[in-house]
């Protein structure tokens, strides 16, 4: 173990600029930013440039100047999580008060010339502070060692920050500007807040705005901005600027699933009417749904985009179902959809079941269109049941036959979805005396029709799953017959 000195110190800690170097030399833009924000941060500054060259001798050279009144306190260059006023601006983005250091640690060198004072870190180590006669602005300049690729990769990503409109943003001597947004949205969201010097960060909520804007990138991906500095890609159709400071980790590079939902649900709340049709079935508009904050005027939108004017969720009550079917509606199975999805697109959206939308009573003996016919004295359709109940029994179900008469229904027949003791009813409105008295293509066609839905426990929709049981069916129903033929 090396030796170290002993006695007392006025720090408690020290920190290892090379351990926070490693940590920090894969983080690239990230560093930069940090430089920008501290800019764009002071109300006095009204330009911020970056120059970004790359020298095959040294690596990448990058300049941060603004003209702002300089460093408040020039420690904070080397000052890891100092106190900072900007902890209890709402407002402002800083926090961590250990951006510039992160950069810092992970340059080959670097230089902070801000007014009074010039401090050179070298590349041999340690700090030098001079005093200068500087009156207005900051430069910080830094030598990373990055390959010309990622030099220029920095160059692009610096294009996606968004200045305040207070501060002029040039990378390279080239202004960067970006179009107004869209839609400027007010919305009360998660912050981070100290009340006083000395006391602890506390998370509060409070009314903001939220900047919606087009993607601008040539990736088409939206993105997450806090005032202007981009923190990570998001999915969304839309760039979403929070005009105040978003709880994030000290990266700067991640925000909470939980705070990523309610900037969904605030997105959809205000861009539901300028949407496309196609957008509304992406994955961020499902998370939005979910939140307890959407609007009833963002579910309906979602309802009538996603699916439709005719659509009702799958009831367990099947002659619903059916009577939603004989009108043209879609029937939306509930397994399609997470709990609380359905649920507000039911309570604030009007998606209605088919038994709410068709009366739980459709098809059952209160139904004045619908009636049991007594079948039994009459010999064809006996007969007919005892065969329905016969390929029953080859797939392995004990059928249940009824016959009906159901003049609000174009079905020839149904069946309940009980795999082992299913019902078929066959609709005496549609079918004629002349079908039961046949055992032909037509009739074992609907009768393997029906058994499918009932081994696929009544797939409505005529699916993947119901051809398939519909197929099975088919080949035990062969496999019999071809077995009694050569017996």
């Not at 043209?328 to 038994?355: D, N, Y």
């Not at 039994?376 to 390929?391: N, T």
Request: glycine share 8%; aromatic share 8%; hydrophobic share 35%.
């Amino acid at each position: 173990m090396n030796e170290i000195e002993t006695g007392f110190f006025p720090d408690r800690f020290a920190i290892s600029a090379e351990g926070m170097g490693e940590l920090n030399k894969d983080r690239f833009e990230r560093l930069v930013y940090e430089l920008i924000q501290n800019v764009f941060d002071e109300d006095s500054a009204t330009v911020c440039s970056v120059s970004v060259y790359h020298y095959v001798e040294s690596g990448a050279r990058i300049v941060v100047r603004d003209d702002g009144a300089g460093f408040a306190e020039p420690r904070d260059a080397w000052q890891v999580n100092g106190p900072n006023p900007k902890r209890g601006m709402p407002e402002k983005r800083g926090m961590f008060n250990m951006g510039s250091q992160q950069a810092i640690s992970a340059a080959t060198e670097a230089k902070v010339v801000t007014v009074g004072y010039t401090i050179d870190f070298p590349a041999d180590g340690g700090r030098i502070v001079r005093c200068n006669t500087r009156t207005s602005g900051t430069e910080v300049t830094m030598v990373m060692p990055w390959t010309s690729l990622e030099a220029e990769k920095l160059r692009q990503k610096l294009r996606f920050v968004r200045p305040p409109r207070h501060c002029r943003f040039l990378i390279n001597g080239r202004e960067v500007s970006h179009p107004e947004p869209i839609k400027v949205h007010e919305a009360t969201l998660e912050t981070v807040i100290q009340e006083g010097p000395g006391q602890a960060m506390r998370r509060t909520r409070r009314k903001t705005k939220i900047e919606i804007l087009r993607p601008v990138g040539l990736d088409g991906k939206g993105r997450i901005f806090d005032q202007g500095m981009p923190i990570q890609v998001i999915d969304s159709c839309f760039d979403v600027n929070v005009m105040q400071k978003i709880p994030q980790n000290p990266n700067r590079d991640t925000v909470s699933e939980s705070y990523l939902q309610d900037i969904y649900a605030e997105v959809l709340n205000a861009m539901h009417s300028e949407m496309e049709r196609d957008e509304f079935s992406e994955t961020w508009v499902r998370t939005a749904v979910e939140d307890n904050r959407i609007s009833e005027d963002a579910a309906r939108a979602t309802v009538k985009n996603r699916l439709g004017d005719k659509a009702v969720l799958w009831s367990s009550n099947r002659n619903s179902n059916l009577e939603a079917i004989d009108q043209g509606f879609h029937i939306v199975h509930p397994r399609t959809m997470s709990k609380e999805e359905r649920t507000h697109l039911q309570q604030r959206g009007g998606l209605e079941s088919a038994s709410a939308r068709f009366g739980s009573n459709l098809g059952g003996e209160e139904d004045p269109y619908f009636k049991i016919v007594d079948v039994s004295d009459d010999p064809d359709k006996l007969a007919f049941e005892k065969w329905v109940k016969e390929m029953g029994r080859i797939i392995g179900v004990l059928v249940n036959v009824q016959f009906i008469h159901n003049t609000r229904s174009f079905h020839l027949a149904d069946c309940t979805r009980s795999s082992a003791h299913p019902t078929m009813r066959f609709n005496l409105a549609r079918l004629d005396d002349e079908f039961f008295t046949a055992r032909d293509r037509e009739q074992l066609g609907l009768v393997i029709h029906e058994l499918g839905h009932a081994a696929s426990l009544g797939d409505m929709a005529h699916g993947y799953g119901w051809g398939n049981a519909c197929a099975d069916v088919g080949a035990m129903i062969a496999l019999e017959f071809a077995q009694r033929s050569k017996g």
